[in-house]
């Protein structure tokens, strides 16, 4: 392999490896603070897809728009349904919160499906060419995706370790209980925590129909793999799901190319599986104690 | 009431809004009675319309001829919600309560798969109008169900045919499938054919839902392919054509299995010059049926025929040749699609011993300026070759 294909596929595995890193992001901050398996997760990133969608082909804005447009949106409706819906089931067993965000996601993607039909929507605006780098290639609307991604997956990074809130929804993901009795808001953090999520779940959306399609259910592939990547890195743990994404985006890169497409798959979930049997608690998930 | 009796007879009720039997002048003989179940709403609800129309069209026109033997015909339709279970049960209720003599097609290959349970319980023939995929009748062994629309296994054949005409230069070929029975036996045809026509040819198969194309992309320039054909559904096909675009990779031509115009368009915008497609059937196909049937449907409906009017108007046809010859008789109407060739408006109707299409292919088409046209064989408009790069 020379040495210009291992920098390509490198950059192919970053791209990928950006978007899964934000999806994985926003569930490992859900289930961190709130201990909250959100099958509706997908819902979100189509949410993102098609609110961008519908800027760039009924007002004619640019997609990069639809980034901070899905950013609002998708916080304003994480905000809205952990207050009305996430909320209210938070004390109950944990299979109805299961079942509550599962429902969720079928009502989502319902509407989805209803509002837009089957088929798959598409916009050909937006960044255009690439650039090559001593035969790197790398298109434009790629490199925006991983850029932003970067971006947000530093601010998230950023929030939960250094700011103030950030310690509030640490502690929350120590202890609930604990968190209560030192202080801490627990209601306005974990509506934090979930609208936080939610936006960037939404953002992943808007970046997703930047190089890709979307469909009702394009939200669906990328959040099994994000549920992937938050054992991998450690079930709660910010920096390991971001560091578990790159790392699957690279296996998909460079397993695709070596072997193929069902190699790729089979290797990352035999290393899901490794990980489960080692590191049962992820790459930089800390061990809980009874 | 047992559950699945109820849901028929829901069905029933919420189906008669949508009956929609073809005109048949008060006093005459009994009709002849074919039914469909069409997604009227679901999914699928936009392609539906335009076969109803083909069969509306057929009806009519067999009707002002003064029906088959004396009799008029009557199309039956109901709406299926675009779900194969809802086309199975109404499949049923066309036979028992509507005691149809043969079923016309739904849309799509699922659909058709479930409604061929009933017809093949009940021994009804179905003449599956919009069904281009055959492995369902390599894995079923349907006696009463044939394939009336163009078969997937041959969804490379115009590109290759056109890479023989045009492409002497071209020695590489790269075949990307879905891993899905469909793709997989167009790709096992392609590549079968390819290495007879003296190429070098590699295929890549990907998951079923894949987005991202971006590895194979590397294989395809690391092979060298100077062709590209693309044997998935519609959704990757734009995801791996956009990465091909950002990686700055040129076939001199390219492939991809396409639906609706307007779709490929937005997606892609004037990235679509030179793209190579295939069709089942095209309003401005050159031939004497094609062009009657095309002013047949202006004249009625204000627009040309799309290729779902017209399968559904040659599977009307198709039915038409064989009542003629064998009257209402169920079993020898199946003999006779069964072994017969029948000229229709998509061209000449020949089903093989499993009940797969023979008769008619696809056409070969090409993104030209705005509209993709019909390119090779019969036609009169010039290839694109070989593909502008990229803008």
């Not at chain 1, 993102?48 to 990069?64: F, I, K, M």
């Not at chain 2, 479930?114 to 995929?133: K, L, M, N, W, Y």
């Not at chain 2, 002497?168 to 997989?184: G, M, N, R």
Request: charged share 15%.
């Amino acid at each position: 392999m020379s040495l210009t294909l291992f920098f390509q596929l490198l950059a192919n595995g970053l791209v990928v490896g950006g978007l899964l890193g934000i999806v994985a992001l926003g569930l490992a901050l859900i289930f961190g603070v709130m201990r909250v398996v959100n099958f509706a997760h997908g819902e979100f990133i189509t949410l993102g897809a098609y609110a961008t969608y519908l800027l760039v082909t009924q007002l004619g804005a640019s997609p990069l728009f639809g980034i901070p447009l899905a950013l609002a949106l998708g916080g304003a409706i994480g905000w809205l349904i952990q207050a009305g819906v996430i909320a209210r089931v938070t004390e109950r067993p944990e299979l109805d919160m299961l079942m509550t965000t599962y429902a969720l996601s079928v009502v989502g993607l319902g509407a989805f499906a209803a509002g837009f039909g089957g088929d798959f929507r598409s916009y050909s605006a937006g960044p255009s060419g690439s650039l090559d780098l001593a035969g790197v290639v790398v298109g434009w609307r790629s490199l925006t995706v991983l850029l932003t991604c970067l971006v947000m997956g530093a601010a998230t990074l950023l929030l939960v370790q250094r700011a103030r809130v950030g310690l509030g929804l640490r502690a929350l993901a120590q202890n609930r209980d604990a968190a209560a009795s030192c202080g801490i808001n627990v209601i306005a953090s974990e509506r934090l925590a979930f609208s936080a999520a939610v936006a960037l779940a939404a953002a992943a959306g808007a970046l997703v129909s930047l190089i890709g399609t979307t469909t009702p259910t394009v939200g669906h592939g990328w959040v099994l793999d994000g549920f992937v990547v938050v054992m991998l890195g450690g079930l709660g743990s910010v920096a390991g799901a971001l560091v578990a994404a790159f790392g699957i985006g690279f296996v998909q890169s460079f397993a695709s190319y070596l072997l193929d497409d069902s190699w790729a798959r089979i290797i990352i979930y035999l290393l899901l599986y490794a990980a489960i049997l080692v590191r049962p608690h992820g790459l930089l998930g800390r061990q809980e104690h009874a | 009431m047992t559950d699945p009796a109820r849901r028929t007879l829901l069905l029933g009720v919420a189906a008669v809004a949508v009956l929609a039997a073809t005109g048949v002048p008060a006093g005459a003989a009994d009709p002849i009675r074919l039914g469909a179940s069409l997604s009227v709403t679901g999914r699928f609800s936009d392609a539906a319309k335009y076969l109803q129309e083909g069969y509306q069209l057929w009806a009519d026109e067999v009707n002002q001829r003064g029906g088959i033997g004396g009799q008029p015909v009557q199309v039956i339709t109901y709406d299926d919600e675009s779900k194969p279970d809802s086309g199975r049960i109404l499949a049923e209720r066309l036979i028992d309560r509507d005691g149809v003599t043969v079923l016309l097609g739904p849309y799509s290959s699922p659909i058709t798969d479930a409604i061929a349970t009933a017809a093949e319980r009940a021994q009804v023939p179905v003449i599956g109008t919009i069904a281009s995929d055959s492995s369902i009748w390599e894995r079923r062994k349907l006696r009463w169900t044939f394939q009336a629309f163009p078969t997937s296994d041959y969804d490379h054949e115009g590109f290759l045919r056109l890479l023989g005409e045009k492409g002497k230069a071209i020695k590489k070929v790269a075949i990307v499938y879905e891993e899905a029975p469909f793709s997989i036996r167009a790709k096992d045809w392609a590549l079968a054919k390819a290495k007879e026509m003296g190429l070098t040819v590699e295929a890549y198969g990907y998951n079923p839902g894949a987005q991202d194309f971006r590895s194979i992309v590397e294989r395809i320039v690391a092979f060298g392919a100077e062709a590209v054909a693309m044997g998935g559904y519609y959704q990757p096909s734009v995801a791996l054509t956009r990465q091909m675009i950002e990686r700055g990779y040129n076939p001199q031509a390219y492939f991809f299995i396409q639906a609706a115009d307007g779709v490929t368009r937005e997606a892609l915008g004037q990235q679509t010059e030179g793209i190579l497609g295939r069709s089942a059937w095209e309003p401005t196909l050159e031939t004497p049926a094609a062009r009657a049937f095309a002013d047949a449907y202006r004249a009625k409906f204000g627009r040309l025929p799309s290729y779902h009017s017209a399968t559904a108007y040659a599977a009307g046809q198709v039915a038409e040749a064989a009542m003629k010859a064998k009257g209402t008789d169920r079993a020898a109407i199946r003999d006779y699609i069964a072994t017969t060739a029948i000229p229709t408006v998509m061209g000449t109707f020949k089903v093989n011993a499993k009940g797969q299409q023979e008769g008619y292919h696809y056409i070969a088409t090409q993104w030209q300026g705005d509209t993709a046209r019909i390119v090779g064989e019969g036609s009169a408009n010039a290839v694109i070759w070989p593909k502008p790069a990229w803008k």
